[in-house]
């Protein structure tokens, strides 16, 4: 019978430290997983909702100025230096158009 004891983890997503307690690991080795997790609770639960809205991943996101009407906004990806970023409002505007 293996012997378990406390882990301290680091979350892949925030950075933080976590502890994956005795009780997890032996939850995950009755359900057969062999790898510990690589996120803290709070990002899983982020992560799963983000997935129930419909999303595909966890994407944090990144504020930025609207090239086109600068208002502050916030967008799932990191800009690339040179390419205009723009507000929803502006971004509609601009593909309908």
Do not use: W
Not at 10 to 23: L, Q, T
Not at 49 to 64: D, Y
Not at 79 to 84: A, D, F, H, L
């Amino acid at each position: 019978m293996t012997e378990f004891s406390d882990k301290t983890l680091v979350c892949r997503d925030c950075g933080k430290e976590f502890i994956f307690s005795v009780g997890e690991q032996e939850f995950y080795k009755d359900k057969g997983f062999e790898n510990d997790p690589v996120r803290c609770p709070e990002c899983r639960t982020a992560r799963k909702h983000a997935k129930v809205k419909g999303k595909k991943s966890f994407e944090p996101l990144v504020e930025v100025t609207c090239d086109s009407c600068k208002a502050v906004t916030k967008v799932p990806f990191k800009p690339t230096q040179g390419k205009p970023v723009y507000c929803r409002d502006c971004y509609e505007k601009m593909k309908n158009s």
